[in-house]
């Protein structure tokens, strides 16, 4: 039996050769940690369907974002839950809204660490839809996208970083870009999230933000998960509206959608670790059913190697600490 010549194995032997041939690295840099403002003080309130993330009064909120900014994770996605909850999502456009004054007080503490404000319809709508909704019940496509035109521009004056419309509303990136550019805050960064699917993984979300809808479902607007070309028209129309970061949600399900916007888009690509992926390597770790830390290295090197640039997590903090030991 003639011996092999090739020997791939050569350069896996041990563990300085290893690192030194691996293709896909994290880093901090690629880490934006997801934070929920509600409001009062002193709050910290523990989700349960997620352990180890809570709910924030907002002077929580910025001793979470200086201890992940203090990890090394360069930004922090923001979600607010606001109490009051009209139809017109008047607290999103508040100057003085929830969101607002997180932004405000999160920049004001961390200078140097981005605010990236999810701009949004359901968490300040008491029918809970990322849009408005006619007499019909149905989703109102145009008066929503010129309700969150307001609503990114409201955000980006409290000095939001950039701001990431995740309704999927067809036409909000051009319209967003244009109400920027036209406030004179045309460096303001669009993140969209272009590829957004109708996931069953949102649920220990809708718990944290305070979002789920109080009818229906959002397969109207949000992506069917059986569509990938559908996806890439998605991204493509983004990119033409003027978004400068493209995003695919959820990640871990979605690996080959990933792929294939990295090869169709030359922007920053961004993918999100929903709740459902991070609730469930969490209940199988606490269970001894896996090795939590690998776990969670393996699966967010798995989604940096389908081609996510940016990875959102929500062990973020937790994982720029390892990679930093």
């Known amino acids: 039996m003639a011996l092999p010549s090739h020997r791939p194995r050569r350069t896996r032997q041990s563990d300085p050769w290893r690192r030194m041939v691996r293709e896909t690295r994290l880093a901090p840099d690629a880490l934006i940690y997801p934070l929920f403002v509600v409001p009062g003080r002193a709050v910290r309130h523990a989700v349960e369907s997620m352990p180890g993330i809570s709910q924030l009064s907002v002077d929580e909120a910025v001793k979470e974002a200086q201890a992940a900014a203090a990890a090394g994770v360069p930004a922090v996605l923001l979600f607010a839950a606001p109490e009051h909850k009209d139809a017109q999502a008047s607290a999103a456009l508040d100057p003085q809204g929830l969101a607002a004054q997180a932004i405000a007080a999160i920049k004001e503490a961390c200078p140097q660490l981005l605010v990236w404000a999810d701009v949004c319809l359901c968490g300040a709508t008491d ?8 007499a019909a019940g149905a989703i109102d496509n145009d008066p929503s996208v010129a309700t969150l035109a307001d609503v990114a ?8 970083d950039a701001v990431a419309p995740s309704d999927m509303m067809d036409g909000r990136v051009g319209a967003i870009r244009a109400r920027l ?3 004179g805050l045309a460096a303001t960064p669009i993140v969209a999230y272009a590829a957004k699917y109708a996931s069953c993984f949102y649920g220990p979300f809708r718990e944290a933000a305070e979002s789920a809808p109080a009818f229906g479902d959002r397969r109207s607007y949000q992506m069917d998960p059986a569509n990938s070309r559908e996806a890439l028209r998605e991204v493509l129309l983004d990119v033409e509206e003027g978004a400068d970061l493209v995003m695919v949600k959820p990640a871990g399900p979605y690996l080959d959608v990933i792929r294939q916007v990295r090869d169709a888009v030359r922007v920053p690509v961004v993918a999100y670790q929903v709740s459902g992926e991070y609730s469930l390597i969490k209940a199988a770790a606490a269970r001894g059913w896996i090795d939590e830390r690998a776990a969670v290295l393996e699966t967010l090197t798995g989604i940096r190697r389908a081609g996510a640039d940016l990875v959102i997590t929500y062990f973020a903090p937790e994982v720029a600490r390892w990679l930093r030991a």
């Open 153 to 160: 521009l409201n955000y980006a004056r409290a000095g939001a």
């Open 127 to 134: 029918h809970g839809h990322c849009g408005h909704v006619t």
């Open 181 to 183: 550019d036209g406030a």
